[in-house]
């Protein structure tokens, strides 16, 4: 066995040395420009910030603003569907130029990735099923049920910061989902009690289901959400920068919300 | 039952549709499969070779190799060529997701082949030996024929894992099978459905593969063996 860890580690560290080789300077800027399109990653599967319409087809209100923020600076979007948990690495690794997906910012993204500013502010939700007995009050009540989350997000590291680290519910309680709308299925199957999630989207999905319902609507967890970015990348972070804060004073940003956030 | 029914009775449902979104991934999954299987094929033969006829040190690394990659889940050796290595290569995820599952195969296959030479036996290769071959004329052309023979079923098995795991590669985003069925099922809130169509075009993959190296292994069996 500790051969067989010293093969492992030798391998690893190979693995480490060609990666090393591959470090850049160049702004990711200049490389949108030249090609003349932006490659950008989305997880499509979150209404209604990013989903596929009937035909198939990307939409949502990130993904309308993202292709307007193109147009303004001259170029394509290129999209590049990938799974939420995948997005920041992607970007990291410069697999992606960028990312947008409802990202809040978030201290541990910040080590690997950066961000704009903020584009649009988001809340948070509790959401029970009709079959829900309980008593919710505060935020802090959900410690008693049994508790649902979408893997990798604001309310993840909420749950776990407040709730279960501060002691109030066991880690076993909590189950954490690759999707929202896995843990809504959970919720409606009475797996979990209780579940916590961006409230747009989650609304989205009680619209369609009259058993969900929202007990809680605020910012705990949440608040701005912004577009991933490279790693010390100033050229890239200015020049996005200014196209949001454009949007943002032309009303196009609050003409996108009322399209896609009005009930 | 009654959840099924439900499921169907969606409003904005169109089943062909859905269906068809999904199995539009299929091209992607077969891509994946055609690259990681008779790559991994072609490097588990060698390496069989290498393990079995190579003496005691070659043979040595032989085993730590398959350990190694055998030990390791495709995933995180997915992460590693995409994220970690493929930084200055640009490889893209369906390479990188092809590339690490035809490595992490080639371990199995390897396995499987060697099992099927040392089955083969020695005796073989000794009175091949007798009539006058050498010893490479011996295990090509007496030991691998039989060999190959006996490692059909075990690789129709293999063929099946490589079909199923090709579904990892959408953590990458590739749009295979398993990917448009999240995205189809999140957008239309119909995720049993989506689900069900993956698993049956899965099976259907399967199941065919399965039954095509079934009548290849009834082919080319030796009649004397039984």
Same mark, same amino acid.
């Given at each position: 066995m500790k051969k067989f860890l010293q093969y492992f580690i030798v391998v690893l560290l190979l693995l480490s040395l060609l990666s090393a080789c591959g470090a850049k300077t160049d702004s990711v800027l200049n490389k949108i420009k030249t090609d003349g399109k932006i490659v950008v990653g989305t997880s *499509? /599967?979150?209404? $209604?910030?990013e989903y596929l319409d009937e035909a198939g087809n990307k939409t949502g209100f990130d993904i309308e603003l993202m292709e307007e923020i193109g147009k303004r600076m001259g170029v394509t979007i290129e999209w590049q569907d990938m799974p939420f948990d995948s997005l920041v690495a992607a970007v990291a690794s410069g697999k992606l130029d960028m990312s947008i997906s409802c990202f809040n910012y978030d201290e541990e993204r910040d080590l690997t990735v950066d961000f704009s500013e903020a584009y649009y502010t988001t809340e948070d939700a509790f959401v029970v099923s009709s079959a829900f007995a309980g008593e919710f009050n505060? $935020?802090? /009540? *959900? *410690?008693?049920y049994k508790l649902g989350v979408q893997s990798g997000t604001m309310q993840d590291d909420w749950i776990t910061e407040n709730l279960v680290n501060a002691g109030l519910? $066991?880690?076993?309680?909590l189950s954490r989902y690759e999707r929202v709308d896995q843990v809504a299925l959970d919720l409606l199957a009475g797996r979990i009690d209780i579940m916590m999630a961006d409230h747009l989207p989650v609304l989205e999905i009680a619209k369609k289901n009259p058993d969900l319902k929202i007990v809680y609507q605020g910012e705990l967890s949440t608040g701005p959400i912004n577009i991933v970015l490279p790693e010390g990348d100033t050229a890239i972070k200015k020049e996005i920068d200014k196209v949001i804060k454009i949007l943002q004073d032309e009303g196009f940003i609050d003409e996108l919300a009322k399209k896609y956030f009005s009930e | 039952m009654p959840v099924i029914r439900q499921e169907l009775k969606?409003?904005?449902?169109?089943f062909l549709t859905l269906l068809r979104y999904i199995a539009s991934g299929t091209a992607y999954t077969f891509g994946v499969t055609v690259i990681a299987l008779p790559s991994g094929l072609l490097i588990g033969t060698l390496l069989a070779f290498l393990y079995v006829y190579g003496g005691k040190g070659i043979g040595k690394v032989m085993n730590v190799y398959s350990t190694v990659m055998r030990g390791i889940p495709p995933l995180v050796l997915l992460f590693l060529l995409y994220f970690v290595v493929s930084k200055g290569i640009n490889l893209s995820g369906f390479w990188a997701g092809s590339i690490s599952l035809g490595i992490v195969s080639s371990a199995y296959q390897m396995e499987i082949i060697r099992g099927a030479l040392l089955s083969v036996g020695n005796d073989q290769l000794m009175a091949a030996r007798a009539v006058g071959l050498s010893r490479r004329q011996a295990v090509i052309n007496i030991v691998l024929p039989q060999a190959l023979r006996l490692a059909i079923p075990p690789w129709s098995n293999e063929a099946a894992i490589i079909i199923k795991d090709s579904s990892l590669v959408y953590a990458l985003g590739v749009p295979e099978i398993l990917r448009r069925a999240q995205l189809i099922g999140a957008s239309t809130h119909q995720p049993l459905l989506a689900y069900l169509s993956a698993a049956l075009i899965y099976f259907v993959l399967v199941t065919v593969t399965n039954r095509l190296l079934n009548l290849l292994e009834k082919k080319l069996t030796v009649p004397s063996n039984h």
């Open positions: *499509a /599967d979150y209404a $209604p910030y505060v $935020p802090e /009540d *959900a *410690a008693k519910m $066991p880690e076993a309680n | 969606g409003e904005n449902l169109d």
